[in-house]
C-alpha cells in the first residue's frame, strides 16, 4: 500500500505493574505472560524509530509508568528528539522530587487518573487507599505547573456522583478532566455485568456534563467519552488501523491498540526483532484490518466506514469470537443482539467484582 | 479566561502548548496535551512570536517576516492576526501574560 499514512502517536506501555487494582483495568488478560519488560537502551531505540516514522507525540503509560527507574532517562530521550511527551500516572509513587525531575526532563503534560469523587469509593474500586496519594500528586503536579488532566472512567459505581467528579476537578484547578465510560475490553470485560450502567443513569449524567461543560467553559476543559454500549454506531476505533497510532507493550510487542493482544487470531512483531517503520509498513498484523479491503457488510457498503472504520476488532472479537466482524455495538450488525443482551444481564446482575493482581 | 473577548495585550502559548516543525511531513505544528494544530507559514511565524511580547511588537515583526505585504499599514493584516490569535485562545491554545 503506498499510500499509508504515517503514525502521529505512540503508546508506550513501558510495563503492566501497577499499585492499583483497578476493576476496569485496560491491561490484557493473564499478565503473568507478559512479565518481561524491555530495557532502556531499546527504548531509546525504539523512540528514535518511531520520531523517524513520523511519531509527534509519546504517550508513557502501563501500568504504572513511575514503576519504571529509567522514566526520567525516556522523557529526556523523547525531549531531544523533540517528541511531545505525555505521562499517564495514578499517582501513587509521584513524589515532589520525581515530578520536578520529570519537567526538568522535559515532559509536556500529566495526566492523573481518579476513580471516583468520593475517597471510600475511589479506594474502594481501586481495592488500595489511593485517594489522598491523588490529592497529593495533583496538587504537586500544580505547583510544578503541568499542564492536568484529570482522567476519570465512568461506569455503574460512579455514574451518578459525575457533578461531584466535576466539581472536584474544578477545585483542583486542573486543566482537562476526561470522563470517558469504560471500554469493555482487557479486565474490564471480565467485570463486565458489575460494571455497565444503566441506560437512565447514562442520559441523566450526559445532561450534567453538558450543563457542566457549559458553565465552566473559561476555566476547564471538559471531555466526554460516550459508552459505545449504548450508541447506535460504533466509536472510531484509534481512528483506523494502522492508520494513526501505535502500541509498544512492555515485553516490546507491537500492538496496533493496547487491546489487540485478546485477539488469538494475530501473532505480534517485536521491536526486539525488526524495526518499527518494518513493522508499521510491513507487518501482517497492521495490514489486516487497515484500510476498507477487509471489511465485511454491513460496513463494506456502509457509508459510514471512513467515519468508524467498522468499529473496534478486540470488540467483535470478545462479543462474537471473530475480530473481522462488524462491531456489534453498532446497529446494523447482525451481531447486535449481543449487546442488547449483555446490558440486559447486567441491568439484573449482582455479579461479584473481581479485582485485578498482576498474577491474573 | 479563554472566552474572553477583551484584546490580547501580550499573547503568549498556554500552558504545555508548543510549536514544532515536523521533519518527516515538512510542517509546521502547535503541539498540545494529546492533540495537535497543522500551521501554515504566517500561522508559524505568528505563534512562535507568542512569549509575552506585546501585540504591536508582534505586528511589527511579522513586517519585518513578510516585507512584501507591507502590512502595517493595511487594517486587514491587524485584523487577520487578531483573529487568528483569538481563534488559537478560544481553543485554550494561546492566554494572556499574566505577568503582563
Not at chain 1, 496519594?133 to 451518578?160: C, G, S
Not at chain 2, 501580550?10 to 497543522?38: C, F, I, K, M, N
Amino acid at each position: 500500500m503506498t499510500t499509508t499514512p504515517r503514525p502521529m502517536a505512540l503508546l508506550a506501555e513501558l510495563t503492566y505493574r501497577c499499585p492499583l487494582h483497578c476493576l476496569y483495568c485496560s491491561n490484557p488478560l493473564q499478565l503473568a505472560r507478559y512479565r518481561r519488560e524491555i530495557d532502556t537502551a531499546t527504548w531509546q531505540r525504539v523512540l528514535g524509530e518511531a520520531s523517524q516514522l513520523g511519531v509527534v507525540q509519546v504517550h508513557f503509560s502501563g501500568g504504572e509508568p513511575l514503576m519504571r527507574r529509567d522514566l526520567v532517562e525516556l522523557v529526556q530521550t523523547a525531549r531531544k528528539l523533540d517528541l511531545y511527551s505525555n505521562l499517564s500516572t495514578s499517582g501513587m509513587t509521584a513524589t515532589a522530587e520525581l515530578l520536578s525531575q520529570l519537567r526538568e526532563a522535559g515532559l509536556d503534560a500529566l495526566q492523573v487518573s481518579l476513580l471516583d469523587s468520593d475517597g471510600a469509593s475511589n479506594d474502594w474500586l481501586a481495592d488500595v487507599p489511593s485517594f489522598d496519594k491523588k490529592v497529593e500528586a495533583v496538587r504537586l503536579a500544580r505547583e510544578l505547573d503541568f499542564p492536568i488532566t484529570l482522567n476519570v472512567v465512568l461506569h455503574r459505581h460512579n455514574l451518578d456522583r459525575i457533578e461531584e467528579i466535576i466539581d472536584l476537578a474544578v477545585a483542583w484547578q486542573v486543566d482537562k478532566l476526561e470522563l470517558a465510560h469504560v471500554q469493555y475490553t482487557g479486565w474490564a470485560f471480565r467485570n463486565r455485568a458489575a460494571l455497565l450502567p444503566r441506560r437512565d443513569q447514562v442520559e441523566s449524567a450526559a445532561k450534567i456534563v453538558a450543563h457542566a461543560t457549559e458553565r465552566f467553559s473559561d476555566r476547564l476543559q471538559i471531555l466526554h467519552v460516550l459508552p459505545d454500549y449504548f450508541q447506535e454506531y460504533p466509536k472510531a476505533c484509534l481512528n483506523g488501523w494502522g492508520r494513526t497510532f501505535l502500541t509498544i507493550a512492555p515485553d516490546g510487542a507491537v500492538l496496533p491498540c493496547q487491546a489487540a493482544r485478546e485477539i488469538p487470531q494475530l501473532t505480534f512483531p517485536t521491536v526486539l526483532e525488526k524495526s518499527l517503520e518494518q513493522i508499521w509498513f510491513e507487518d501482517p498484523v497492521f495490514q489486516r484490518f487497515r484500510g476498507f479491503d477487509w471489511m465485511p457488510e454491513p460496513c463494506q457498503s456502509c457509508e459510514r466506514r471512513e467515519v468508524d472504520f467498522g468499529g473496534c476488532r478486540c470488540q467483535a472479537f470478545l462479543l462474537t469470537g471473530d475480530p473481522a466482524v462488524t462491531d456489534p455495538v453498532c446497529r446494523l450488525s447482525p451481531n447486535h443482539e449481543l449487546v442488547e443482551l449483555a446490558l440486559a444481564e447486567a441491568a439484573q446482575s449482582t455479579a461479584n467484582v473481581v479485582f485485578r493482581t498482576f498474577n491474573n | 479566561m479563554k472566552n474572553n473577548a477583551k484584546p490580547l495585550q501580550r499573547p503568549r502559548l498556554a500552558r504545555g502548548v508548543r510549536y514544532r516543525w515536523d521533519e518527516v511531513r515538512s510542517q509546521h505544528q502547535l503541539l498540545y496535551p494529546e492533540g495537535l494544530l497543522v500551521l501554515n507559514e504566517s500561522g508559524a511565524a505568528i505563534v512562535k512570536l507568542c512569549d509575552g511580547r506585546a501585540l504591536e511588537e508582534i505586528k511589527q515583526s511579522l513586517t519585518m517576516s513578510f516585507p512584501q505585504a507591507e502590512l502595517t499599514e493595511d487594517p486587514k493584516f491587524t485584523e487577520d492576526v487578531e483573529e487568528f490569535l483569538g481563534r488559537l485562545m478560544q481553543r485554550g491554545l494561546v492566554c494572556h501574560d499574566d505577568n503582563a
